[in-house]
């Protein structure tokens, strides 16, 4: 973290199981996409930089203090078109039903996967183990499949090998979801496929699932099932103005510099601070946001100062060289 690559947001080190979630179910730009739980926020960015701009991505973590973190990291990497919560599951289902084209829950688990690389998780798992997290993890789930569209893909993952937390949790959601179907995914070499054998009354269909060992990846160890809602795929809303469009004159001075033009019917102001929200999204009152949209600056008196957050969305040919 103390690189000057790093501090410009040109890349972020994760471990090579963890990279592999996001990659299974890639958005396409313009996609509505929620990271559920999201921190520190290696998916997440991966996820928005393949939006391209387009969409909207949502990173959400329950904990303030862990998605203050998460919005550091996606503000670093230049993303624009994003929402930053600190929401838990119930709330965030309430606000946007049937809402997302993808959905990707890392979910909260006994780090069985990481004891190898984390020897002080055997500690923590020896406090809370499998039996304290299944709940919750079907908990989490249930609320996500709610928030998916038909048609949407959902990608379940944990770092742990129970098979409580894993093809037990995936085999409730399909006997509770009628309307959710397990994908097969294409396996490379390492992975290895789910074990319905290791959960009572499981389906062969949990085979579909992929389970990956350190013993025969060059990672630590990750469970993974994707997931699609069943029913016809809806037409996307055309967006339209929220609000009556405001201007800004100074703003609007210090971006006639750039290349970069703005929409401003997707202008957010608030406490003197302004943002451009993604797509034009609405915020709904319900939700506590940590971030709606790109911070662009503050309109002070004399001048508008940009933020560090603006800085780093922005690409070099969309400034004037001096």
Known sequence: GRHPYYSAGLYYIQEPSAMVPASL?????????L?????????????????KG?????????????AKALLKNLEMA???????????????AASYPSYFDKILIDAPCS??????????????WEKKGPKDYKDLQKEILSYGVSMLKPKGKLLYSTCTFSPEENEGVIDFLLKTNPDMELLPINKKQGFSCGRPDLIKG???????CIRLYPHSIKGEGHFMALLQKKGREMKKKESSPFHNIQRFPKMDGFFSSLS?????????EKEGYLYYLPDKEVPKKSIRYLRTGLLLGEE????FVPSQALAMALKPEECQKV
């Open 25 to 33: 179910l890639s958005p396409l730009p313009g996609d509505k996409v």
């Open 35 to 51: 990271d559920l739980c999201a921190a520190p926020g290696g998916k997440a960015t991966e996820w928005g930089s393949q939006l």
């Open 54 to 66: 387009e969409g909207v991505l949502f990173a959400n973590d329950i904990s303030s203090s862990r």
């Open 78 to 92: 230049g993303i624009k078109n994003l929402f930053v919560t600190a929401e838990t599951p119930e709330r965030l």
């Open 111 to 124: 780090g069985e996967g990481m004891f190898r690389k984390e020897n002080q998780l055997i500690k923590s």
């Open 202 to 208: 499981g389906g062969e269909e949990l085979k579909r």
């Open 260 to 268: 970069w033009k703005i929409d401003p019917s997707r202008i957010f």
């Open 300 to 303: 002070r008196k004399n001048a």
